[in-house]
């Protein structure tokens, strides 16, 4: 028992020692540990440091925009304003906004990061993008600076997003982050096409927001703010932007020729084909479309497909048959008029060749045509 004692009074003694360190010297989460180095001396982590230059290197080429319309009611001519956001593409000033916008607006001016507010004028539009490019007047080069487009294609669910706008059309270069939340998400555009590909992200977006970037943590553009879901209209952690890829296969024709050229193959109408109409009209599929009248310069045409050959009545209803059956364009397949659209909105450009397969009295047959300008196609045809 005596030789344990000396033992014994040592460890109490450690034990004082080691009590009496942790009561002068706060522990920290961080202490001896390889983090420590991402704290600056002013107490911000890398993470924020990172958010805070990305902040103070894109926000000079984010702008607020303000329009105005007006409009007519019974006794008088009202003017109508509008606000959102856009951001600077080159020393040019060419600004990138939503289509939505400017969409109707008789005046634009737009408000720089410093606070100087100069009229606009709208270069040309993007509509089923929802996309509308917009040129500064009187800028000098040195007001202007631009944005890093980056490469949406290559966005991971996770990563960081950050937003930058004038939400509510009040409170210009605000800054939120968040995450990338979902890709590949569809938006219904104003004409009822869709805009594939969306960005969702939980970075906050208000009204106002329309048209700003949405960065990666680099400060490159990887989207276009766009919308939020939310029945009250505020922020609800769902929002969605136009990713970057899209604003770039659609910029060298807004620039161009004032609009994006929709590329089309020339149907003008086209049954949309499931089982009861297969059942019905007795049909080889059970989905695609039954081209009913292309247009006149369709290039399907010069291919040889054709519309209904022959009308029939069926349930009292007058029903157009006969015609050839589009089941899929370069091996997507095709199942409503929004698909066909959708694709190739989102996928080509006016010029493109593309495969397109077809059905005629159960022989499967393919085509190569050159995609047209849907606005440049004749109404009339067969």
Known sequence: MKLLLPYALLLLSLLSYVNAQALTSPASPLENSELTQLIDDLGFDFAERR?????????????????????????YVVPREGAGSGFIIDEEGHVVTNFHVIDSAEEVNVILANGVSLPAEIVGTAPRSDIALLKIKNASKEMLKAVVLGDSSQLKVGQRAIAIGNPFGEFGQTLTTGVVSALNRSLEADDGTEISGVIQTDAAINRGNSGGPLLDSAGRVIGINRAIFSPSG??????????????????????????YRSPSLGI????????????????????????????????????????AQREVIINNQSV?????????????????????????ENHYLVG?????????????????????EEQELGQLGR
């Open 268 to 307: 003008n109408r086209a049954y949309q084909i499931n089982k009861r109409v297969s059942d019905l009209l007795r049909l080889p599929v059970e989905q695609g479309l039954l081209l009913v009248q292309l247009s006149r310069q369709s290039p399907l045409l010069d291919k040889g497909v054709r519309g």
């Open 320 to 344: 157009f048959v006969d015609g050839d059956i589009l089941i899929s364009v370069d091996g997507t397949a095709i199942e409503s008029p929004s698909d066909l659209s959708s694709l190739l």
């Open 234 to 259: 505020t922020n609800s952690g769902v929002g969605f932007a136009v990713p970057v890829d899209t604003l770039k296969r659609v910029l060298p024709d807004i620039l161009a020729y004032g609009r």
């Open 352 to 372: 493109d060749e593309v495969n397109v397969s077809l059905v005629r009295e159960r022989r499967v047959f393919d085509v190569k045509v050159v995609l047209a």
């Open 51 to 75: 958010v805070m230059d990305v902040y103070e290197a894109v926000s000079p080429s984010v702008v607020s925009i303000t329009t105005q319309s007006y409009v007519r009611d019974f006794f």
